[in-house]
């Protein structure tokens, strides 16, 4: 019969369903390498106060690098009764070392406090590499920005025609969403890598552990300032969720423009084989599965948010068992961007684009605006030289032709400020070069974006 942690005070034995409903080790056990590492810092720092031998921490030292061992060559064997990857490890250092020392470990310290540091050493970790992916995706952005500054397009507002951008322009437009990312993300590493430890259950440590100290071997940048706090707070988890939710919805809004330019009605765009799936049905088909996976994952995301949040709502302070049911969206979380950051930047470096269709799906009507702008350059309003390129607009639909085929003539019959001149802003070109300001369409504004954006990856 295995001996519980916990169970001194226990006669009843625990119902079978309850075992399993409580059990965490299924899952936490993702975390086995750094509860044994949060542990072999924590046996130095004990050592340090007198409480344990040296001999003793070397004992216990070497036991837990016997169970590290364990785990990473797969021979860890759990066993009934290990109910989370805190108790499994306690229990397999009491049988490969004298149970009389391991059982010294824990002094001072609780799981509550070995949770929340476990985690946070979990989590940092990842969090760096999908940095390296976040940060992988906006390096493609620019790549393909600066080669193919030469294509322009119709840029859109309410999916309806607007006005001539460049490919860059638009593609940039979700770059700068993804570098807000990362700046967020960069922001919340430091939170996450707060230390618990030293904080016991809820009220400190009796044996004066240096938490300084403690911090220092385990790489922490600082320790939670308050033992309270330290096993209340997953703040860092929820950050990382809604760190994941906001970047996610990016990443959502840059596929469903994607589906949308690569549907063959609008044609600009060409996902690759590579991230397509084809119809069971019809022969003809090419559709665009992974954009469409990553807008419905970002709506999973949400979900896993808002799902922590509401599970730590109405907790009172201090640790409570329901925190357990966060990591299972922790976990999902750091899986569901690793994925969903690297297919993005794979869909975005092997896409085709269509200059020719970009090109022809501009009408003439996106330069009514530039229309107003040649009268505003004759220093008329631009409250009354929109109405006028209204007109012309109008007219050029009553005499059913595209706004670019009116004659001057026409023209100057609506508004004699029109001269002949006029015909030189027909061009889609040159409607985007006019927007030469910062942050504009322009060749030199968009090439400028991304030496600034280049810049951003390089110092930060
Ligand atoms: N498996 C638990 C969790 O993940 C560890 C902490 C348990 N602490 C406790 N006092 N029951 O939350």
């Keep these: 019969e295995p001996k519980k942690l916990w169970g001194g005070a226990f006669s009843e034995k625990i119902d079978p369903l309850m075992e399993k409903f409580n059990e965490s080790l299924s899952f936490d056990r993702r975390m086995a390498l750094e509860d044994i590492e949060g542990s072999i810092g924590y046996a130095s720092a004990l050592a340090r106060t007198g409480i344990i031998t040296e001999e003793e921490r070397n004992e216990i030292h070497k036991g837990l690098k016997k169970v590290l061992e364990e785990w990473q060559s797969d021979a860890f064997v759990a066993k009934e009764g290990d109910e989370d990857i805190h108790t499994a490890n306690e229990r397999r250092l009491c049988e490969v070392i004298d149970s009389n020392i391991g059982g010294k470990l824990h002094t001072g310290r609780s799981r509550n406090d070995q949770v929340a540091t476990d985690t946070r050493m979990w989590l940092r970790k990842e969090l760096t590499v999908l940095r390296k992916y976040l940060r992988t995706l906006i390096e493609v952005a620019i790549d393909r920005a600066e080669k193919e500054v030469d294509h322009v397009m119709p840029g859109f507002t309410h999916l309806q025609s607007a006005q001539t951008v460049r490919f860059s322009h638009w593609l940039l437009s979700h770059a700068a ?7 967020r993300l960069k922001d919340l590493m430091p939170r996450v890598n707060t230390m618990p430890l030293g904080s016991g259950a809820l009220a400190g440590n009796p044996f004066g552990v240096d938490r300084q100290l403690l911090a220092k071997d385990l790489n922490f940048e600082r320790v939670c300032p308050n033992s309270m706090d330290a096993v209340s707070d997953r703040d860092f988890v929820i950050e990382t969720m809604f760190w994941a939710s906001m970047t996610l919805m990016h ?210």
């Design 177 to 183: 969403a993804w570098q807000r990312d990362d700046m």
């Design 251 to 460: 990443i959502s809004r840059w596929s469903e423009d994607l589906i949308v330019y690569s549907s063959q009605q609008f044609g600009m765009m060409q996902m690759s084989d590579a991230y397509s799936t084809g119809s069971s049905l019809m022969p003809q088909k090419k559709n665009p599965d992974a954009l469409e996976l990553l807008r419905g994952k970002a709506g999973r995301q949400i979900g896993t948010l808002t799902g922590l949040l509401c599970i730590l709502k109405g907790t009172p302070t201090t640790y409570n068992k329901d925190f357990q049911e966060g990591w299972l969206g922790m976990f999902e979380t750091v899986d569901t961007m690793s994925d969903c950051l690297q297919i993005a930047a794979g869909c975005l470096a092997t896409m085709k684009l269509n200059p020719e269709k970009m090109k022809s799906s501009l009408v003439a009507e996106m330069l009514a605006t530039d229309l107003a702008e040649y009268l505003v350059r004759k220093g008329m309003p631009f409250r009354e030289t929109h109405h006028i390129s209204g007109a012309a607009v109008k007219l050029a639909v009553d005499k059913k032709v595209p706004l670019d085929q009116l004659t001057v003539d026409d023209l100057k019959s609506i508004c004699d400020k029109f001269e002949d001149d006029v015909a030189e802003i027909w061009s889609y070109e040159k409607s985007a070069e006019s927007r030469d300001t910062e942050g504009g369409t322009s060749r030199r504004s968009v090439l400028e974006q991304c030496a600034k954006l280049r810049a951003y990856l390089k110092e930060t």
